[in-house]
């Protein structure tokens, strides 16, 4: 991830703490603070495992926002912290707006509508997009249910593009850890990707 330039980290702490302690203003801040890494990651998300014409990084952010702050936004205990709870929300929007999209193209719906009405109204998502995100998305479920520890990390890795490092300090666990479980995790979902 970016970082986060000349901002002052007591600063960061402040709007971290006060967000965490549900103060709407303090998240807007802190959103503000970090909107260039937000964007980072959403782009980064968007290239590498996705088709770029129909998935749009600034709606993905602002989606991520939104969520946060619906949620509540949890207590951020640290800058990593605040980056875990936003890319478990980007896993969790790209998923619904896939499940909508599933949805409507099996004849959900009795009338053509757009893709959601409100928060993921903004995503326009390929079919391939869409079923490409729910399959990682059954893998990691199934995952999760073997290896919580391992769905984390690539929560954090994956949707959240952080580094070995930061995964590290979110989850609370050594950087070789996260190395060796990150590799272990990649191999499964490969396994389970080519399989389903």
Not at 152 to 157: A, D, G, L
């Amino acid at each position: 991830m970016a970082e986060t330039g000349n901002i002052d980290e007591r600063e960061i702490s402040y709007y971290l703490k006060e967000a965490g302690n549900g103060n709407n203003d303090a998240l807007n801040k802190l959103v503000s603070i970090a909107y260039a890494e937000l964007r980072e990651n959403a782009h980064n998300l968007r290239v590498r495992f996705f088709d770029i014409d129909t998935l749009n990084t600034t709606a993905i952010v602002h989606e991520t926002y939104l969520k946060l702050l619906r949620t509540g936004s949890g207590s951020f205990k640290n800058r990593s912290h605040f980056f875990f709870a936003s890319a478990k929300a980007m896993r969790q929007i790209l998923i619904n707006a896939s499940l909508k999209k599933r949805t409507l193209k099996r004849g959900g719906g009795t009338k053509q509508v757009a893709l959601g009405t409100g928060s993921e109204a903004s995503l326009q998502l390929s079919d391939q997009t869409s079923e490409q995100l729910l399959m990682i998305n059954d893998a990691l479920e199934k995952l999760e249910a073997c290896n919580d520890r391992q769905a984390r990390i690539v929560e954090c890795r994956f949707f959240g593009g952080m580094s070995v490092e930061e995964t590290a300090e979110v989850l609370q666990i050594s950087p070789a850890t996260v190395k060796r479980s990150w590799s272990m995790a990649r191999s499964w979902l490969y396994t389970q990707y080519i399989e389903g």
